[in-house]
């Protein structure tokens, strides 16, 4: 499968968002990973739809809308007037209106993403694979960047691509968030995965070009 390396600018410098995307798609990014929190659904606040707008004249790259917030449905069209390109919701979040929520993020020409946390079972994500255009697998717990990698989440990988490839969508991008680097990169490649989220080791790396296309692999 085609693997796709998007960047989180959870560790940018917030002082120059615009500059800072600007040079992820020079590097040679593939989306530009937006991590929404609210303080509650996750104890830190970052930014909302008003920062998503403010980067979205320094990119042409699809703007990949993260919302660790409660009640995402609130929020959905604020993102899409921001520009945003893809919005992913938690499972945790949404509960019964997943699949509704997910198909109202479809009804305005944008793709829909479900994200599920480390410690909730893959099988209750098995309904949202059915129509989501991707699914977010979080490998560390949400709210912070430089976290370590969860091992159990290898297997989680391995069960939803093998649940994508049993209902007849073997290509569904299958993204993975938190705590990869060029030294795990692989084994989660490997376990299904095509699309990378990076954050720290991107933003730490002298050279995001050679960063970025060894994420790549
Ligand atoms: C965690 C965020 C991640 C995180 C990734 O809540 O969703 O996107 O920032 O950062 P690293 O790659 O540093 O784990
Ligand atoms: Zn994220």
């Known amino acids: 499968m085609n ?3 998007a960047p989180s600018i959870l560790s940018a410098d917030f002082a120059k968002l615009g500059e800072e995307v600007a040079l992820l798609e020079r590097c040679g990014a593939d989306l530009i990973h937006c991590d929404v929190m609210d303080g509650n659904f996750v104890p830190p606040i970052t930014f909302g739809a008003q920062a998503v707008a403010a980067i979205r004249p320094y990119t042409k790259l ?4 993260h919302l ?3 009640h995402p449905e609130t929020h959905i069209e604020e993102f899409v007037k921001a520009g945003a390109d893809i919005i992913s919701v938690h499972v945790e979040a949404c509960g019964k209106n997943l699949l509704p929520l997910l198909k109202k993020i479809q009804s305005f020409g944008i793709k829909a993403c479900a994200v ?9 994500f098995f309904p949202a694979m059915e129509i989501a255009d991707m699914v977010l697998v979080m490998s560390v717990h949400p709210g912070w960047g430089g976290q370590r990698f969860i091992p159990e989440t290898l297997e989680k990988i391995r069960t939803l691509r093998a649940r994508a490839e049993s209902i007849g969508r073997p290509d569904l991008d299958i993204e993975v968030d938190g705590g990869i680097g060029e030294g795990n990169v692989k084994e989660v490649i490997a376990a299904g995965a095509n699309v990378i989220v990076a954050g720290s080791a991107i933003f730490s790396s002298p050279d995001k070009t050679a960063t970025i296309s060894r994420l790549r692999g």
């Open 62 to 65: 699809p703007l990949d809308c």
């Open 3 to 5: 693997i796709k390396i």
């Open 68 to 70: 660790m917030t409660l």
């Open 116 to 124: 599920i946390n480390p410690e909730t079972a893959a099988e209750e």
